[in-house]
């Protein structure tokens, strides 16, 4: 009995790191005595499984990434193609070549900032992304980004409401904050309902100040509130 026993244990051990490499999902269990080694090998599974999620999570955030600046770079890149061949044919004192002219400036332009974004998000991702912080009159800021986006909201029939921010001041690198109200801004523009109002408002609790957009969707959400940020972090 007293020689069975432990070999018994054995036994339930080596069961125990099988089940774990066949079926990693499936917890393990073990007799009352083996209580805490059960504890143990339960942890490294949960452990296993959180590092496999974060492996296929970076692939597909991976694959958003090279899906979003294919089809973001192949717009503005056909544009330029078809506009120069145009030109071409048609020869640069044409009828229409000072319309060609303002397109391809557009669209260098757009794909000028797009490789802009692809090298900032680079360094951001590598931590490092230079940042200079000054003084900065939040509610100015923001009045000036939204002027910005004013004539593109009013065709979309869009309302914007800024709150009264009380002369809130940060410390902020101008030139980051600005992206991120022009991707805030740029996304009301393209996912609020027509005929709605937008909000902006700034709160401060002495040390820290929240800045709240809120708006109306113009499709139905059917996902969870952390899928819809991650999808607008990517």
């Not at 797009?114 to 230079?130: I, R, Y």
């Given at each position: 009995?007293?020689?069975r026993?432990p070999?018994?244990?054995?036994?339930?051990?080596?069961?125990?790191?099988?089940?774990?490499?066949?079926?990693?999902t499936?917890?393990?269990?073990?007799p009352e005595?083996?209580?805490?080694?059960?504890?143990?090998l339960?942890?490294?599974r949960?452990?296993?499984?959180?590092s496999?999620?974060a492996?296929?999570?970076?692939?597909q955030?991976?694959?958003?990434?090279?899906?979003?600046l294919?089809?973001?770079?192949?717009?503005?890149?056909?544009?330029?193609?078809?506009?120069?061949?145009?030109?071409?044919?048609?020869?640069?004192?044409?009828?229409?070549?000072?319309?060609?002219?303002?397109?391809?400036?557009?669209?260098?332009?757009?794909l000028?900032?797009l490789?802009?974004?692809?090298?900032e998000?680079?360094?951001?991702a590598?931590?490092?992304?230079?940042?200079?912080?000054?003084?900065m009159?939040?509610?100015?800021?923001?009045?000036?980004c939204?002027?910005e986006?004013?004539?593109?909201?009013?065709?979309?029939?869009l309302?914007?409401?800024?709150?009264d921010?009380?002369d809130?001041?940060?410390?902020?690198d101008?030139?980051?904050?600005w992206?991120?109200?022009?991707n805030?801004?740029g996304n009301?523009?393209?996912?609020?309902?027509?005929?709605?109002?937008v909000?902006?408002d700034?709160f401060?609790?002495?040390?820290q100040?929240a800045?709240l957009?809120?708006?109306?969707?113009?499709?139905?959400?059917?996902?969870?509130?952390d899928?819809?940020m991650?999808?607008?972090?990517?």
């Amino acid at each position: 009995y007293f020689i069975r026993k432990p070999l018994r244990f054995i036994d339930n051990l080596v069961e125990a790191s099988q089940q774990l490499a066949r079926e990693p999902t499936r917890p393990i269990e073990l007799p009352e005595l083996l209580s805490p080694v059960a504890d143990r090998l339960n942890a490294v599974r949960q452990d296993a499984l959180r590092s496999e999620a974060a492996m296929r999570e970076a692939e597909q955030r991976k694959n958003d990434l090279i899906t979003y600046l294919a089809h973001d770079l192949k717009t503005p890149l056909t544009a330029l193609i078809s506009y120069i061949d145009l030109m071409k044919r048609e020869g640069v004192n044409g009828e229409h070549a000072e319309e060609y002219l303002n397109v391809l400036d557009r669209q260098s332009q757009r794909l000028k900032k797009l490789t802009e974004d692809l090298v900032e998000a680079s360094k951001a991702a590598s931590g490092t992304l230079p940042v200079s912080c000054a003084p900065m009159n939040l509610e100015e800021f923001i009045r000036q980004c939204t002027g910005e986006y004013e004539e593109e909201l009013k065709k979309r029939d869009l309302t914007l409401v800024v709150g009264d921010m009380h002369d809130l001041r940060v410390m902020a690198d101008g030139r980051h904050i600005w992206r991120v109200f022009d991707n805030l801004l740029g996304n009301v523009r393209k996912y609020a309902m027509p005929g709605t109002r937008v909000y902006i408002d700034a709160f401060s609790d002495g040390r820290q100040v929240a800045v709240l957009v809120r708006n109306i969707s113009k499709n139905q959400l059917n996902i969870s509130p952390d899928e819809l940020m991650e999808r607008f972090v990517r």
